[in-house]
T-cell receptor
Framework: DTGVSQNPRHKITKRGQNVTFRCDPISEHNRLYWYRQTLGQGPEFLTYFQNEAQLEKSRLLSDRFSAERPKGSFSTLEIQRTEQGDSAMYLC????????????FGNGTRLTVT | AQSVTQLDSQVPVFEEAPVELRCNYSSSVSVYLFWYVQYPNQGLQLLLKYLSGSTLVKGINGFEAEFNKSQTSFHLRKPSVHISDTAEYFCAVSEGNAGNMLTFGGGTRLMVKP
């Protein structure tokens, strides 16, 4: 078990640019989640996948946010036309698809939009 | 909709003293409850979880929590803290649907002083 891996660890971008983050879940897990955490706040749910199917995406913050998990393994989160308010830590987690299976989190990608 | 409230944003405590971090939740259905810890520059790590059964739950690093349904609380306790317990602690609730989506509280920063 190598844990959930997220890349890059840090991303600095200029306002208006597009950014993409990658998450590699624990290999046995078929559920994958994306959360956003702003300074001094708890993580905020964005979206989740079961295998390659995106089962909940209504919490994505705007239509500038999108996520994919094309082969049911790694996932990407893309933010288009970034804004300064997008600056945050983006967390990925994975779990088994059993009810109440705990989530295992990666170390996150910290995005700074200048 | 479910929500989680952590009333204390910061809790300073001396080493070897006991500590309690408070968590209250609201939900219209039965819930599963979790405590996560986040050390600086790291991802969230599961401390303990309440799924069913005994209301007193023991977790890692000597922490325990008690589920109180009538008070809708899930307070975290440790009888004697160490400097290494300094971290951010998050309470979270899941209704067991929507893919085990977690709703987090705002976090409590535990600061252990020598």
């Amino acid at each position: 078990d190598t844990g959930v891996s997220q890349n890059p660890r840090h991303k600095i971008t200029k306002r208006g640019q597009n950014v993409t983050f990658r998450c590699d879940p624990i290999s046995e897990h078929n559920r994958l989640y994306w959360y956003r955490q702003t300074l001094g706040q708890g993580p905020e749910f964005l979206t989740y996948f079961q295998n390659e199917a995106q089962l909940e995406k209504s919490r994505l913050l705007s239509d500038r946010f999108s996520a994919e998990r094309p082969k049911g393994s790694f996932s990407t989160l893309e933010i288009q036309r970034t804004e300064q308010g997008d600056s945050a830590m983006y967390l990925c987690a994975s779990s088994f698809d059993r009810i109440n299976s705990p989530l295992h989190f990666g170390n996150g990608t910290r995005l700074t939009v200048t | 909709a479910q929500s989680v409230t952590q009333l204390d944003s910061q809790v300073p405590v001396f080493e070897e003293a006991p500590v309690e971090l408070r968590c209250n939740y609201s939900s219209s259905v039965s819930v599963y409850l979790f405590w996560y810890v986040q050390y600086p520059n790291q991802g969230l790590q599961l401390l303990l979880k309440y799924l069913s059964g005994s209301t007193l739950v023991k977790g890692i690093n000597g922490f325990e929590a008690e589920f109180n349904k009538s008070q809708t609380s899930f307070h975290l306790r440790k009888p004697s803290v160490h400097i290494s317990d300094t971290a951010e602690y998050f309470c979270a609730v899941s209704e067991g649907n929507a893919g085990n989506m977690l709703t987090f509280g705002g976090g409590t920063r535990l600061m252990v002083k020598p």
